[in-house]
């Protein structure tokens, strides 16, 4: 019983580690906007555990009107800094994934935390660190669910990013 047990564990971390390898060095093609990109292979990912504000009119962005209370050209010229900052740290760099519970949101697109591979920088974190978005976590995705909590509350307080006086 017990070669079949260990035989199980080591198949599992097998298939784990080569389902993991295929997002390790894989090269972002294109940031559509402050928390989503496009990889070689044409897989969009969504940055999981930030929220950055919308560029173009949708339903989204209307509620989030409403949400924050600001107006729409408003979140629009913030969601435009967003992609700005996200796309000089990303575009065309090579990045590994790393995926929390759900690999998959309901749009097809890839949920995963995102490490620029030259130099490991976290860019979910970095987003939020530089204040270039807001916390949005869905469970059952909550593995840095504290850490951006608290990422989010610096730049706020520090005044960095969107949350500037100069925005």
Known sequence: MKPLVLTAIILSLILTSCAQANYADILVTKVFDGDTLRIAGGEKVRLLGID???????????????RSGQDIGTIIALGRKSYQFTRQLAEGKKVRLEFDVQQRDKYGRLLAHVFISDTQLFLNAEILKQGYAEVMIIPPN????????????????????LWSNSR
């Open 52 to 66: 950055a504000p919308e560029m173009y009119e949708s339903d989204k962005l209307y509620r989030d009107a409403r």
């Open 142 to 161: 909550v593995k840095y669910a504290d850490y951006f909590q608290g990422l989010y509350q610096e730049a706020r307080e520090n005044k960095r990013g």
